[in-house]
């Protein structure tokens, strides 16, 4: 049996597209007959039969980009990731060489070579001129090393500062910037990108989104700009061995996909790769690697307007009644959406009993109809989170650098109040030595007593 569909489409806007449906310039022109395969063995065994619709109207292949969760820099790492390795390098060498001047200036200093304690001091003492960039501190150090030392110590506190002002600009802007890895959501940015394109509907042997890319270019359906970038698509191809629906339990246990046909291993953990097939196949396999705590899942911008293989209906007269009630009410929300919704619900109770607490979130957000994705928000607490380690490392080093200030104002106090206790006890001695010396020595003998105290008290 054979009914024309072009007049009936055009006439209730047969289509899936929000535009008007136009029969001379939709995409394929391929059949345009409604047939009725009837079996009657088939009839026999089960209260319904298949029919198979091959319309003539626009159905888009779209796509998602799959990107591993990125891990931002975490503790240490973060420190030196600012500056290249050779800047550390560089200032490394500095370093070496200010130690070996004030290792130097030490020993000459002292007449000997001195312990690695004393080099660790003067560098603590260095330190803590940069830090706290007192000028009385500077005083000592010059003169302890010579004027011409000053000259050092001036180049190696003013490059400290240019480094150390650079250094916290690049790792303030670290912290505070999220570096998006690239991400192709044009069609032109995936044909150029070099990730495989993974597709779920196949049809015999090969899949769909590769028979329709073959027929696009032989009906010359789109310009040669487009055409080159569907060409470079179709390159690289990767048809699932495993149903659309389990892609994401296998990205989940095994971090690799199989390849239909030859089982080619496709491994997903670390890289990124895309999805691309009807909105029936790429919604059931975006929703199933959202499950993943590793992937984020970004949809394209562009879809490809293909025609689909085939639609499968139930029950008998269903074309006649599904006319009735208006094709395009179903298509933009009714029957077939009632359809995909307790379709979505089946697969995420057994999502749930396979994979636990994943699964068991994800058949929730299902049922309250809260499909959420991981998205430039996570991707922010991630970043932020990530960066505690660095945060509470700078909270502890500003912690030690306060308590050595503290203990170190504290034993120069104590070294100032003791000096000047032993100052007084010795004023005391000598007043009482005096008093002492007066009372019981004779004015002669007291006399040739401080002639000898002077004497004595003379450098050698």
């Known amino acids: 049996m054979h009914c024309n569909v072009l007049p009936i489409a055009e006439k209730r806007n047969f289509t899936l597209v929000a535009e008007w449906f136009n029969k ?14 009837l079996d009657l063995n088939f009839l026999a065994t089960r209260e319904y039969h298949e029919w198979d619709y091959f319309p003539s109207v626009r159905t888009p292949f779209n796509f998602y980009v799959i990107i591993t969760k990125p891990n931002s820099l975490k503790g240490f790492q973060a420190l030196i990731e600012p500056f290249p390795i050779d800047t550390w390098v560089l200032v490394l060498c500095a370093c070496a060489i200010v130690a070996v001047f004030i290792y130097a200036a030490e020993c000459r200093h002292a007449g000997r070579l001195l312990l690695v304690t004393s080099l660790l001091h003067d560098f603590w003492f ?13 005083g000592p150090l010059a003169g302890k090393w010579g004027f011409k030392a000053i000259w050092i110590v001036g180049c190696f506190l003013l490059s400290t500062i240019i480094i150390s002002s650079l250094y916290q600009g690049e790792l303030s802007t670290a912290m505070t910037t999220i570096v998006y890895p690239f991400i192709p959501l044009t069609l032109e940015d995936l044909a150029k990108s070099s990730i495989r394109v993974i597709t779920a509907g196949r049809k015999e042997e090969k899949s769909n989104l590769d028979m329709q890319i073959s027929t696009a270019k032989s009906h010359g359906v789109y310009g040669p700009r487009v055409s080159g970038y569907v060409e470079k698509i179709q390159k690289r191809i990767f048809l699932l061995k495993d149903p659309a629906d389990k892609v994401g339990i296998q990205m989940i246990q095994a971090d690799k996909l199989l390849q239909y046909g030859d089982g080619e291993e496709l491994a997903v953990k670390g890289n990124i790769f895309a999805i691309m097939d009807t909105n029936s196949k ?13 992937f984020i899942v970004f949809k394209g911008r562009e879809d490809l307007a293909f025609d689909e293989d085939d639609m499968w209906t139930w029950e008998r007269n269903f074309f006649t009644k599904l006319y009735k009630r208006s094709w395009l009410g179903l298509v933009e929300g009714g029957f077939s959406e009632r359809f995909n919704y307790l379709n979505m619900i089946s697969l995420a109770r057994l999502r749930m009993s396979e994979m636990g607490n994943y699964g068991r979130e994800h058949f929730l957000r299902v049922l309250f109809n809260d499909r959420k994705n991981k998205g430039e928000e996570d991707f922010l ?7 505690l380690p660095c945060y509470y490392f700078f909270l502890l080093l500003l912690s030690f650098t306060l308590i050595t200030f503290f203990v170190e104002v504290c034993i120069k106090f104590r070294n100032r109040v003791r000096h000047i206790r032993k100052g007084k006890a010795r004023l005391t001695n000598m007043r009482k030595f005096n008093f002492y010396f007066v009372k019981n020595v004779p004015t002669q003998e007291r006399k040739h007593q401080i002639y000898r105290i002077r004497v004595l008290s003379l450098p050698q």
């Open 381 to 387: 607490k991630i970043n932020q989170e990530s960066m």
């Open 282 to 294: 790429t919604a059931v396999m975006a929703n199933g690697i959202s499950l993943s705590p590793d």
């Open 126 to 138: 260095v330190y803590s001129i940069l830090i706290f960039q007192s000028s009385s501190r500077v």
């Open 24 to 37: 001379n310039i939709h995409l394929f022109c391929l059949r345009e007959d409604y047939e009725i395969d």
